[in-house]
T-cell receptor, first 115, second 117 residues
Framework: AQTVTQSQPEMSVQEAETVTLSCTYDTSENNYYLFWYKQPPSRQMILVIRQEAYKQQNATENRFSVNFQKAAKSFSLKISDSQLGDTAMYFCAFMKHVGNEKLTFGTGTRLTIIP | GAGVSQSPSNKVTEKGKDVELRCDPISGHTALYWYRQRLGQGLEFLIYFQGNSAPDKSGLPSDRFSAERTGESVSTLTIQRTQQEDSAVYLC???????????????FGPGTRLTVL
């Protein structure tokens, strides 16, 4: 079974600064996906970024980037030039590399961007 | 196009009552998932439907929980004899099936907040 651990329940940062959210996971799988999801107060889960385990290059989506360390089973999210709209819960998630498979989530980090 | 929709948005019930939660997936999505999110927690997998295959019920916490899906459309999650620990947000997600070797993104609905008094 897979587990995902987020050790930072809450974080806050000033607007325009950079913040890094941590995530570690445990699995015996060799090929899998890792994700960061954003959940604003509306409850809508929004996919922020995806990383495929067989790719060594870290994924990047505009202001969002990851630091994927496969050997260490670490997957952190860096948000650059943080904006007020980034305020939300952020969840790290794992999925086996098959066509359709359930997601395994961490407990989340509540991020607050301070104006 | 329309996203995943869920109803009701909020449901308050009394302990011991049965509740039904509805999910309308994105048209054409053959896979449908139910997750539960307790207060301050991440999402927990409950059940997964894929086309006409037998559903994966491995995440259902007790036999009070059941779910049905009509073909590749609407799904209903039923909780019988509700308990206070069933209070949570229940989220539904759907995905297309491009094949086993391809990533199939799950698209989430807004969830139903269930409160059991």
């Amino acid at each position: 079974a897979q587990t995902v651990t987020q050790s930072q329940p809450e974080m806050s940062v000033q607007e325009a600064e950079t913040v890094t959210l941590s995530c570690t996971y445990d699995t015996s799988e060799n090929n899998y996906y890792l994700f960061w999801y954003k959940q604003p107060p509306s409850r809508q889960m929004i996919l922020v970024i995806r990383q495929e385990a067989y790719k060594q290059q870290n994924a990047t989506e505009n202001r969002f980037s990851v630091n994927f360390q496969k050997a260490a089973k670490s997957f952190s999210l860096k948000i650059s030039d943080s904006q007020l709209g980034d305020t939300a819960m952020y969840f790290c998630a794992f999925m086996k590399h098959v066509g359709n498979e359930k997601l395994t989530f961490g407990t989340g980090t509540r991020l607050t961007i301070i104006p | 196009g329309a996203g995943v929709s869920q109803s009701p948005s909020n449901k308050v019930t009394e302990k011991g009552k049965d509740v039904e939660l509805r999910c309308d997936p994105i048209s054409g999505h053959t896979a449908l998932y139910w997750y539960r999110q307790r207060l301050g927690q991440g999402l927990e997998f409950l059940i997964y439907f894929q086309g006409n295959s037998a559903p994966d019920k491995s995440g259902l916490p007790s036999d009070r929980f059941s779910a049905e899906r009509t073909g590749e459309s609407v799904s209903t999650l039923t909780i019988q004899r509700t308990q206070q620990e069933d209070s949570a947000v229940y989220l539904c997600a759907s995905s297309f099936d491009y094949g086993q070797e391809v990533y199939n993104e799950q698209f989430f609905g807004p969830g139903t907040r269930l409160t059991v008094l």
